[in-house]
């Protein structure tokens, strides 16, 4: 049987009004300053720097930090590659590049000769071991942009398909408005917050958004078997649900608050890459609770009082056209009645004189 509940209702409504306040928020965000992409989505500038012999290459990267940083850009990714220099022979890899991506497309020749003659001057190079800042072009092909949103597209169709054939119409559509809400809220998110979009980010978003999904099954489930078990009417669909999400959640939330932590220790380790990945687990995990614990379970509840509401109506409904009838019947029935027995009172005075006459 289900735990006993305190009367409370989900609060769809104020849910519903604080979602649509942050993802109008974003669009405007987004008309005015647009959508901030990482240099595989968005592409950017690249510079490369020959690393000396007695040289760090994690001391060139700091430094080349400090002076991007001045100029506003902040180090997308960074990698120590091999090169090939003319004049050497051809297949040996003797020269260590730093080669250093930045998220910005649009640099001016004076400031791109400014920032090459800052990191000679602080990494005490000479500027022909600088390459010029060139920019480079998204890795990511419209195809495979495609793809994903094929991706993204059939797994609304399973969600919704599965709730429909498993449950009813009513949990198809909470399925289908929780993922999708899940996806939207995260990318708003995003936006306001200024956090770049990356293949990462979309990486993570689509896989806690499949968590979310199980998860609602989950509560899904225990609400369909409770309802199995529960013979009184006096317990309301939405303490059911509350009841079977709050069974649901309690193995949820020790994995949940372990990715948080591993999110939060993440913060720590002075690398750009891996703190926007931290934040992303981080906004994931609020999103996906947010929709899992308040929007799905609250809209299917929802769905299904109105349904029964509407069910009891047509059913006092037909049972007072049904009164109304048998009252007509009852009625029609007491007038042919009382026809009859008039009938009856007549036919007895005309029997008695015939009588009298034969004798």
């Known amino acids: 049987m289900a735990e006993k509940v305190k009367t409370k209702k989900y609060p769809l409504l104020i849910c519903m ?44 990267f700091d430094k080349a930090s400090s002076v991007l940083g001045k100029y506003g850009y902040k180090i997308d990714s960074a990698s120590v590659e091999d090169k090939y220099l003319a004049g050497e022979v051809e297949g040996e890899y003797t020269t260590s590049c730093l080669v250093i991506n930045i998220a910005e497309t649009e640099i001016s020749d004076e400031v791109k000769a400014n920032i090459k003659k800052d990191l000679a001057t602080k990494l005490e190079i000479d500027e022909s071991n600088i390459s010029d800042i060139q920019k480079i072009y998204s890795s990511v092909r419209s195809k495979q942009i495609l793809y994903v949103g094929i991706a993204v597209g059939l797994v609304v169709i399973a969600f919704f398909v599965f709730g429909l054939i498993r449950y009813n119409v009513f949990a198809a559509l909470a399925l289908l408005l929780a ?40 509560i899904f489930e ?18 059911t649900m509350m009841a079977c999400e709050k069974q649901s959640i309690k193995p949820m939330m020790f994995i949940g608050g372990a990715v948080l932590a591993f999110a939060v220790l993440m913060l720590f380790i002075p690398v750009l890459n891996v703190r926007l990945a931290a934040l992303n687990i981080m906004f994931a995990l609020i999103v996906t609770a947010y929709s ?34 048998k009252k007509k019947i009852k009625k029609s029935a007491s007038k042919s009645k009382a026809k009859s027995n008039d009938k009856s009172v007549d036919e007895k005075p005309a029997k008695k004189t015939k009588s009298k006459k034969t004798n």
Do not use: W
């Open 17 to 60: 009004i604080i979602s649509c306040v942050i993802i109008i928020t974003s669009l405007f965000i987004l008309g005015f300053f647009g959508l901030k992409l990482g240099v595989k989505l968005g592409g950017g500038s690249q510079i490369q720097i020959v690393i000396q012999n007695d040289a760090s290459s994690k001391d060139y």
């Open 179 to 218: 993922y999708l809400h899940n996806i939207i809220l995260y990318l708003a998110i995003l936006i306001l917050t200024r956090v770049q979009l990356s293949l990462v980010s979309l990486s993570i978003a689509l896989v806690l958004s499949l968590v979310m999904g199980i998860v609602l099954i989950h």
């Open 222 to 239: 225990k609400y369909r078997e409770e309802t199995k078990l529960q013979n009184s009417d006096k317990i309301s669909i939405t303490q």
């Open 292 to 325: 899992s614990l308040l929007i799905g379970p609250s809209v299917y509840a929802n769905l299904l009082e109105i349904n029964d509401a509407n069910l009891k109506a047509v059913m006092s409904r037909n049972d007072t056209i049904n009164k109304e009838i």
